[in-house]
């Protein structure tokens, strides 16, 4: 994002919204709305974070009036929705709106563009519950009742020509703090796991409905941690709520956690038995301890291995990829190899061995490697 592009007080706000929100907010297009300055951005589209998906708002400010606040335009599809809406005043006909976040503008401030953002996704969050609560659909009616009490649920109506009608919720599972349980974490936003529920809209109840679609979605970031793929979910019996359904599932995923939490010391074992074997890692990951790199020697020929360790270690094995030290490209860029599994393996082994075991591969490895990086340089 080219903020030296936009006018000071724009950038300001803009950069506030984007690096210090507590929402993964980004920016997608931006563009000059003024005819007096046409070099200069005053306008942009945002991806916002809403029931795990993004809804885009155009922001519109006005560079030649740097008083006023910026509108919003929201999505097509959203025609209905009319935040800070006015009303009358009590025993007059005189309009008058609640207090938010346009009501007293500071263009001087870089937090208001934050502060009305946020202000605005609370009134969609609020915006969509409604337009869910009033589907006519019994099964949804109850399934809405049964988990309103829950804290961070969002919902979402959509509908259109092509698709049928349908509602999908999003669950916020799990109530720990995975970031505090990672030591060093890095993660700037908190970590958290929901379930993506999509309900197709009917008319009449029926007891025995077919299961919803059901999704375990993350933050991309904990995938270093923890893979919500590898998750086998409960299974929807006949009948079954939502309110029913959580309860087991959460209290599966809370062991999974403890285990991904736990599994970082075997894996940080593994890296430190590198070390009698092959010499101090060149480089390792000292928060998750998925990777590691080693200088090998065979005569002559040096190359580094790149171990990639996964988050099942030690039921999965690190995958190797070579890289010589001596061999370029005609690009100039080090040859590799592809990513190396088929190699002995057993997760019963103690650290040492494992480490031992790879050392004997890479003795064989390392004479089809050096061949391999010869005939490739050979290339033009």
Same mark, same amino acid.
């Given at each position: 994002?080219?903020?030296?592009? *936009? ?18 907010v ?5 563009? /000059?709305? /003024? ?18 998906? @993004? ?23 959203d025609?209905? *929705?009319?935040? !800070? ?13 609640? =207090?938010? /976040?346009? &009501? ?17 996704? %609370?009134?969609?969050?609020? @915006? ?11 099964r ?8 309103? &009490? $829950? ?22 599972l ?5 970031n ?11 970590? =958290? ?7 197709p809209?009917? =008319? ?14 993350s ?10 793929? %590898? ?36 894996r940080?074992? !593994? ?6 074997? *092959? ?11 998925? =990777? ?8 002559v ?23 010589? /030290? ?20 057993s997760?019963?082994? %103690?650290? &040492?061995?494992?480490?031992? $075991? ?10 089809? *490697? ?11």
């Open positions: 994002m080219a903020s030296d592009c *936009f006018p000071p007080f724009i950038a300001a706000q803009l950069n506030y919204l984007v690096h210090q929100s507590t929402l993964d980004k920016v997608e297009n931006v563009w /000059s709305g /003024s005819k007096s300055y046409p070099g200069v951005l005053d306008r942009f589209t945002l991806l916002i974070p809403y029931c795990l998906d @993004y809804i885009k708002w155009d922001v519109l400010y006005n560079a030649e009036f740097p008083l006023c606040p910026p509108d919003v335009i929201f999505a097509p599809e025609e209905h *929705f009319h935040p !800070f809406r006015l009303r009358s005043r009590e025993g007059g006909n005189e309009m008058e709106g609640a =207090k938010n /976040s346009l &009501s007293d503008w500071n263009h001087k401030d870089p937090t208001r563009l934050c502060a009305l953002i946020q202000e605005l996704r %609370d009134e969609y969050t609020n @915006y969509q519950r409604r337009r869910a609560g009033e589907v006519d659909d019994d949804l009616t109850f399934e809405i009742s049964t988990i309103l &009490s $829950r804290e961070g649920i969002e919902m979402h109506m959509s509908s259109g020509l092509d698709k049928p009608q349908e509602v999908k919720f999003a669950v916020p799990v109530d720990m703090n995975i505090k349980m990672v030591h060093g974490c890095p993660w700037r936003h908190l970590q =958290k796991i929901h379930l993506q529920v999509v309900y809209v009917g =008319k009449k109840y029926v007891s025995a409905a077919s299961a919803p679609r059901l999704k375990l979605v933050t991309p970031e904990l995938k270093a941690l923890f893979s919500v793929d %590898d998750v086998k979910l409960p299974s929807w019996v006949d009948g079954m709520c939502m309110a029913e359904y959580l309860p087991h599932l959460e209290e599966s995923l809370q062991g999974q956690i403890m285990e991904a939490v736990a599994l970082i010391d075997i940080r074992h !593994f890296i430190e038995a590198l070390a009698p074997v *092959f010499g101090r890692p060149v480089e390792a990951d000292p928060v998750f301890c998925r =990777k590691a790199t080693v200088l090998v020697a065979s005569g020929f040096t190359f580094l291995v790149h171990l990639f360790i996964p988050t099942q270690f030690p039921r999965q094995q690190p995958a190797l990829m070579l890289q010589s /030290s001596q061999h370029f490209n005609s690009q100039g860029a080090p040859i590799k190899s592809s990513l190396l599994t088929d190699y002995p393996w997760p019963r082994w %103690d650290a &040492s061995q494992m480490v031992e $075991r790879i050392l004997e591969f890479l003795v064989d490895e390392s004479l089809n *490697f050096k061949r391999y990086c010869n005939e490739a340089q050979l290339q033009p």
